[in-house]
């Protein structure tokens, strides 16, 4: 099993910004993590794009997510690191990851297997567990 870190987040780019929702103690609603397409990458490898939907009421300055990659055979290929930070509050966000020496066809399936960082801006670390929701518009599943 290989792992790599990926936490260079390739390319970052925001989408959407409106109403700005007051920071509260607790989480107002969910935040959705969609694994929204696969492209091949140009020296081999796929681009995942992944889009974070903070409907949370919180920004997060730190947001780390261990994925577990799952080859055509759904048998684990490797394990991701990323860093998905910053996510702010009432915005989709846009992220990039490569994934190297893997064909795009060749992903069954991504599985979040931990989260060893979830910090919401100017508070304590949260269970992002809780509120986290997992979509995929591939053909491989992401699911927790």
Known sequence: MKHFSCAFG???LMFSASQGASQGTETSGMLGV???KFEAADAGGC???FLFRNQTGKSFEGFEMSLAVLDANGV???LLSIDAAPLPVQRTTLKLFAIPDLACGDISEIVLHDMPVC???NETEADCFE???LDSKTDAGLVK
């Open 10 to 12: 390739a390319a970052a």
């Open 34 to 36: 969609e694994l929204n």
């Open 47 to 49: 681009q995942a794009y």
């Open 76 to 78: 684990i290929d490797r």
């Open 119 to 121: 910090k919401p801006q």
């Open 131 to 133: 509120f986290i929701e």
